[in-house]
């Protein structure tokens, strides 16, 4: 996790410079204090992380960049690599078999052997477009029904040489024909088996049995998923693949906002206490007023007030640890009234800014001695040369920068973008086309977890942990649980068995579907 | 706008016919001094009243009076010209604007002969709402003019 300091690209350490009348924020103001200051958490961001958590995170980091590294520094997984050169082996084996078992050929035979030709044709196409295609994952104990085909394989590829070698070779067979014969029946045998492949693997899960309902720990975003007939681990490969696309990316830091800020702003809102002892939070009852509330941002004046208040209130009560209901909903109003606030500035900004660019037209291209005949039209006249889409965005950005920074800050977003991000992204939008509000999108929300630009891990691998109480080659069954663990994030999986429907049918006879109007009052005299 | 269309307020006459059985007979019921009195029909159905809540009527009248809502063929009612959305505004010089839905019930099976006053002029017209993306709506609304 990044500070300021070290990246100096970000957008808060761009603008740093321009937040120093935001006191309340900027954490450098206790660098000033230095030689009394001995608070307990040296938060240097705004983030709001210390530095114990930082070490706590980084630590945690390392341990899955390890664990990743050691699969990465050898070039391939070993497990996986093994399961990959024995089934192409063995494949490749039982595929040259019938070629290797035919010698030169006569005229009767050719309509057989044509027909081999094309079985075969047939059998390579499909096993390419099945099996020859870049794994997904790869899962903690065997893939069963990957093993039975391989099997299958093996015995017939085994059983058939076995014929060959006993008949042809020993007892001299030269009905050339039948030896075709042979040869296509073994033919035959593998497209079955490729057929039992399809159906096993690619086709018994499709139908939806079980319905997967996944609960993300920290936050508590839940999703709901239908699956087939699976094993526990292909399941769970299916759930980390759609959590990739479902789910809100998990942002560490908007949990840590309420507790942080209380924390925080209690330290430096009202007057400190130095315990000499250890292990002494915010305590003190004057110190419990402080908070925040939500993102820990925005305007002084309104929540200089408010700590005012609320340090008189909750003054008596509960000290900086438990915090009651009513705060904390208290607090979340604040937090959605503020982001709705910076929201529509937001969306405000980027509106004006894309105002400002429209697409060059084609008398504009050509140059200044067209201009005169567009005078009429005063507020459109372009201002200056026609510049490309990168030049453009960087033109127009700096009227939607302050407003973009603000909501990206309120939302714990801004350590995920750079300023070059967001100008790729803009250079884009303008490039296409787009409008604001497909431009400011993707900072609207979390957005979904595959498009997180600092996921943990890297993008092309990832490393899960499955647990579970039983073993994960078993198949699905109604009130098995698991959990798939990767650092702070837990996604604990419960499946449940679709019912079985029952359909009865209800037919319309028009002759007796007939209305009546239905009157509250009505007399008959 | 459509043209007004025609609105009168008429008398009509009704004499009331006892009711017949499946066999012909006439059907008795107790009265109110003890004995047996022949049933008697108008021959319609009549809905409002100044107890009722005419939001639950389908037809949409404007207001809580005693509106026919269905008359029978054959019957006293059609023969005097009563006809279905007609307000009756008095019957035997009873005014029945304040009178609740049974009061009315019990007003019109008290009187064997009745002499009503009628209003008619209740119909339903069509509208067309044309907005601004071109698109016509039919709308069915029914006004007592």
Redesign the interface.
């Known amino acids: 996790p990044p500070t300021d300091s070290d990246n100096p690209n970000e957008l808060g350490g761009l603008q740093q410079h321009q937040q120093q009348q935001q006191q309340q924020q900027q954490a450098n103001q206790d660098d000033n204090w230095g030689e009394t200051n001995t608070a307990l958490t040296g938060a240097t961001s705004e983030t709001g992380m210390s530095a114990d958590e930082m070490a706590r995170y980084s630590r945690e980091l390392d341990a899955a960049a390890a664990a990743a590294a050691s699969a990465d520094a050898a070039g391939f997984d070993c497990g996986r690599a093994m399961a990959t050169v024995l089934s192409v082996t063995l494949g490749l084996a039982a595929f040259i078999s019938p070629l290797v078992m035919l010698k030169e050929c006569s005229v009767a035979c050719e309509g057989k052997l044509i027909s081999l030709a094309f079985r075969l044709l047939i059998l390579l196409v499909a096993t390419w477009c099945l099996f020859f295609r870049r794994g997904r994952a790869s899962m903690p104990r065997v893939y069963i029904f990957r093993v039975l085909i391989l099997f299958l394989i093996f015995v017939i590829t085994f059983a058939f040489w076995l014929f060959y070698g006993v008949r042809v070779w020993q007892y001299q067979e030269s009905d050339y024909s039948s030896i075709v014969e042979f040869a296509v029946g073994l033919t035959d045998a593998l497209l079955f088996v490729h057929y039992l492949g399809v159906v096993l693997l690619e086709i018994r899960h499709l139908q939806a049995r079980y319905a997967i309902k996944v609960l993300r720990s920290p936050d508590g975003e839940s999703h709901i998923y239908p699956v087939g007939e699976l094993s526990i681990q292909r399941a769970a490969v299916l759930v980390l693949q759609q959590y990739a696309v479902d789910f809100n990316a998990f942002n560490p830091y908007l949990e840590q906002a309420y507790a942080s800020a209380r924390n925080r702003s209690a330290h430096r809102r009202s007057y400190r206490f130095y315990d000499v002892d250890q292990g002494s939070q915010a305590n003190g009852s004057a110190a419990a007023g402080g908070d925040n509330g939500g993102g820990g941002n925005g305007g002084g004046h309104s929540s200089s007030g408010r700590h005012q208040r609320r340090g008189s209130a909750a003054g008596g009560g509960g000290g900086g640890g438990s915090r009651s209901a009513a705060d904390r909903f208290y607090d979340e109003c604040e937090y959605e009234r503020r982001l709705r606030k910076r929201r529509a500035r937001l969306v405000t900004a980027a509106e004006e800014a894309f105002a400002h660019v429209r697409r060059a037209t084609n008398s504009e291209l050509m140059g200044p001695q067209h201009l005169p005949q567009h005078m009429s039209q005063q507020q459109q006249q372009p201002i200056g040369k026609p510049m490309s889409a990168y030049e453009a965005a960087q033109t127009v950005f700096p009227t939607m920068l302050r407003a973009l920074q603000k909501y990206l800050r309120i939302t714990k977003q801004q350590p995920r973008y750079t300023t070059d991000m967001v100008l790729h992204h803009l250079t884009n939008c303008i490039h296409y086309g787009l409008s604001a509000k497909a431009f400011i999108e993707r900072y609207l929300t979390q957005g979904p977890v595959v498009e997180d630009p600092r996921a943990p891990a890297g993008r092309k691998r990832q490393t899960w942990t499955l647990l579970c109480d039983c073993m994960p080659s078993r198949s699905l069954d109604d009130g098995v649980q698991f959990c798939l663990r990767q650092g702070d994030v837990s996604l604990f999986c419960t499946v449940k068995r679709i019912p079985f429907f029952s359909l009865g049918e209800e037919v319309f006879d028009n002759k007796r579907h007939k209305f009546v109007l239905r009157l509250n009052s009505e007399t008959s005299v | 706008m459509p043209s007004s269309p025609h609105t009168q307020t008429v008398q009509l006459q009704l004499e009331k016919v006892p009711e017949r059985d499946s066999h012909g007979q006439r059907v008795m019921v107790k009265d109110s001094a003890g004995g047996l009195a022949p049933k008697l ?9 100044i107890d ?2 005419r939001q ?4 949409g009248y404007p207001d809580c009076g005693i509106y026919v ?1 269905h008359v029978y063929s054959g019957s006293p009612a059609e023969k005097a010209g009563l006809r279905v959305h007609d307000k009756i505004l008095q019957v035997n010089g009873n005014n029945l604007a304040f009178l609740g ?1 049974a009061q ?2 019990a007003l ?2 008290r009187e064997t002969q009745l002499s009503l006053l009628v209003h008619r002029g209740f119909q339903r017209f069509t509208t067309q709402l044309s907005d601004s993306l071109g698109s016509e709506a039919r709308v069915s609304a029914s006004v007592l003019l």
Do not use: E, I, K, S
């Open positions: 029909l108008t021959g319609f159905r009549f809905a409002g009243g009722q809540d639950y009527c389908p037809y809502t839905h009315v019930a019109l099976n």
